[in-house]
Nanobody, 120 residues
């Protein structure tokens, strides 16, 4: 059974930092992309950052220069380093791994989410 587990969320003041790890267990297929999404209260889910199997990275404009996505030492771990946090970064953050199945089709796994709250 595949599980993605996020952690590292919490309460932080504006300007502060948090690091969100996501660990995947039970994944047997090749991971094409690791992504972080977030959903703020009353808003739709948005893609925050992604790192592909080629190691190229993508960021939402709202977090460029402040957030960094990186792989861990183990192949099924990804981190989101969040610096200079703003109140508008308050959201539930979700980890997502996209794999390639043997028939070549993509499949997405999702974590349960971790709450990040930024407030003074």
């Amino acid at each position: 059974q595949v599980q993605l587990r996020e952690s590292g969320g919490g309460f932080v003041q504006p300007g502060g930092s948090l690091r969100l790890p996501c660990e995947g267990a039970g994944i047997i297929f090749s991971i094409y992309a690791m992504r972080w999404h977030r959903r703020a209260p009353g808003k739709q889910r948005e893609l925050v950052a992604a790192i592909l199997s080629s190691n190229s990275t993508q960021y939402a404009n709202s977090v460029k220069g402040r957030f960094t996505i990186s792989r861990g030492d183990t192949k099924n771990t990804v981190y989101l380093q969040m610096n200079t946090l703003k109140p508008e970064d308050t959201a539930v953050y979700y980890c997502n791994f996209q794999v390639r199945t043997p028939n070549g089709l993509p499949y997405d796994y999702w974590g349960q989410g971790t709450q990040v709250s930024v407030s003074s």
